[in-house]
């Protein structure tokens, strides 16, 4: 069973400040995926990323894949009360099944 | 277009009783999947459908039973609810027509159990 290490598990920081959250394996992934999760939702899609070293942004978000395609990184630059969720990192080791991570739950004090 | 719907939205049971949570989509994607989410455990897979008539067990597959009706269905069985079983249960559908292995989650079924 491949599994996933989120870190860290929790984060409140205030607005403006920067942010920076992690995924980690011990196994190699085919591709990665982050998910926001909002209270009493489902995940939503933020980034899919599959090349080793690949650097991906959304707005104030950067995504990054490790060159050995075992961890990846989300960081958030003047973090906003809107970026406040869960967030989760998903690999997939190449066949149509994902595996999630644990989360970051993530809340941005105005 | 309504993507991914799961009814019921919240289900009380007491240990013992049995009930289906049901899931449709309506984006034509082949693949479907059930997860439940625990606090602390991320989302885990229950089973999976890589197509209609087909099933597989995912990781935590004990205590349930899946149907994939057709192309758009995809029902979740439990025959003997227990309290380990309280928990959110969510079904989502794949899509790989992007090549971006997306998938797109339901809004989630909260299950308790007494």
């Known amino acids: 069973t491949q599994l996933l290490e989120q870190s860290p598990q929790f984060l409140s920081i205030q607005e403006g400040e920067n942010l920076t959250v992690y995924c980690n394996s011990s196994?190699?992934?085919?591709?990665l995926q982050w998910y926001r999760q909002e209270p009493g939702e489902g995940p939503v899609l933020l980034v899919t990323?599959?090349?080793?070293?690949e650097v991906k942004k959304l707005k104030r978000l950067t995504f990054q894949f490790g060159d050995a395609r075992k961890d990846s990184s989300l960081h958030i630059t003047a973090a906003q009360p809107g970026d406040t969720g869960l967030y989760l990192c998903?690999?997939?080791?190449?066949?149509?099944?994902?595996?999630f991570g644990t989360g970051t739950r993530l809340t941005i004090i105005p | 277009n309504a993507g991914v719907t799961q009814t019921p939205k919240f289900q009380v049971l007491k240990t013992g009783q049995s009930m289906t949570l049901q899931c449709a989509q309506d984006?034509?994607?082949?693949?479907m999947y059930w997860y439940r989410q625990d606090p602390g455990m991320g989302l885990r897979l229950i089973y999976y459908s890589a197509s209609e008539g087909t099933t597989d067990k995912g990781e935590v597959p004990n205590g349930y039973n899946v149907s994939r009706l057709n192309k758009r269905e995809f029902s979740l069985r439990l025959e003997s609810a227990a309290p380990s079983q309280t928990s959110v249960y969510f079904c989502a559908s794949f899509s790989s027509y992007t090549a971006l292995d997306t998938q797109y989650f339901g809004p989630g079924t909260r299950l308790t159990v007494l």
């Open positions: 196994s190699v992934f085919s591709s």
């Open positions: 990323v599959v090349t080793g070293g």
């Open positions: 984006m034509n994607h082949n693949s």
């Open positions: 998903a690999g997939n080791f190449g066949n149509e099944k994902l595996t």
